[in-house]
């Protein structure tokens, strides 16, 4: 066994908080985790189950309890990478923290996920800056076992490969993309708004707060919207985007985004709190009704 791979944090520098990319693959060292490693994935992972009851969505409680994952112990990658394999092709791979984007993305269109191998501390339990393998495994990884929802990460993907190469603010404009969908997204279901978005499930404070605070505009889910709308990676999100469904969210990055990339470049982005008229303005915990000021 290699020897355990260093945990790679942001670099905190007088002028605020650093991210550090790596970009190595490295084997998961599950017999180096702690007991206190495994701990601290039973207390996230319990804690995270109670609290998801009745507000994560169907597919995602569905997909990790299809997953074999427990609390009683850290997976295995290689354990989930046959039940994920056999689903949808999909496996995962020990990462030390975060990849450049272009490395980010070209994982993700061949079907690989890169997850971080170290758990963060227990006196992090209830916060952690950057991805921790709680955040990748037990967020990101169940809905790679829906059909649709992994077609859509492995488009994403690619539409990434394409944006990095037609420049910044195309990538800008995909990245808010993926943060209002795979990171923070919602979805409608008939017995009302649910979760789906692995930055939100995997935090005990925004699971609440992003379906039952007053505080964050809730809007049906709009392309060009969300690539227009900034957001901040500190905070709790202002504004949550909401589909209809996985399937909604795969047609809506079928097409070719280069004339939606040249029709951006000449709009000013949102900020984050903001709603346009036009909106589909959801009321907090709604499943059916909606409201907008152009409705009739
Ligand atoms: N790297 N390991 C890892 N995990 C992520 O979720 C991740 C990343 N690099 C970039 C990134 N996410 C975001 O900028 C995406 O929008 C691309
Ligand atoms: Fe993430």
């Given at each position: 066994m290699s020897a355990t791979p260093r945990r790679v944090e942001n670099l905190h520098t007088d002028k605020g908080k650093v991210p550090v990319y790596a970009t190595g693959i490295v084997e998961q060292p599950w017999d180096d985790y702690s007991a206190d490693d495994h701990a601290t994935w039973a207390t996230l992972y319990a804690r995270q189950r109670e609290v998801l009851a009745g507000r994560a969505s169907d597919e995602f409680i569905q997909a990790q309890d299809a997953m074999g994952m427990?609390?009683?112990?850290?997976?295995?990658f290689a354990d989930l990478n046959e039940v994920l394999r056999d689903a949808t092709g999909w496996t995962l791979i020990g990462v030390e923290g975060l990849l450049p984007e272009l490395d980010f993305f070209d994982h993700l269109a061949n079907r690989r996920f890169p997850v971080t191998w170290w758990i963060r501390r227990p006196d992090q339990v209830d916060y952690i800056e950057e991805p921790d393998l709680f955040h990748d495994l037990f967020g990101h990884v169940p809905l790679l076992m829906n059909p649709v929802f992994a077609d859509y990460m492995e488009a994403y993907g690619r539409g990434g490969v394409k944006a990095h190469g037609i420049g910044p603010e195309a990538l800008q404009n995909l990245t808010r993309l993926y943060w209002y969908t795979v990171e923070f997204g919602l979805i409608r279901q008939k017995d009302g708004l649910r979760i789906y978005g692995s930055g939100i499930v995997s935090s005990k404070g925004e699971s609440l707060h992003s379906l039952e605070s007053a505080a964050p505009n809730r809007i049906g889910f709009d392309l060009e919207r969300i690539m227009r709308t900034r957001y901040r990676?500190?905070?709790?999100?202002k504004t949550y985007f909401v589909i209809d469904s996985f399937e909604q969210l795969m047609d809506a990055t079928r097409p070719d985004f280069t004339p939606i990339y040249a029709r951006l470049a000449r709009q000013d982005s949102i900020p984050a709190g903001t709603v346009l008229d036009g909106d589909k303005v959801y009321q907090r915990g709604s499943g059916e009704g909606w409201a907008s000021d152009g409705d009739v």
């Open positions: 427990t609390p009683d112990r850290i997976p295995r990676i500190d905070t709790y999100q």
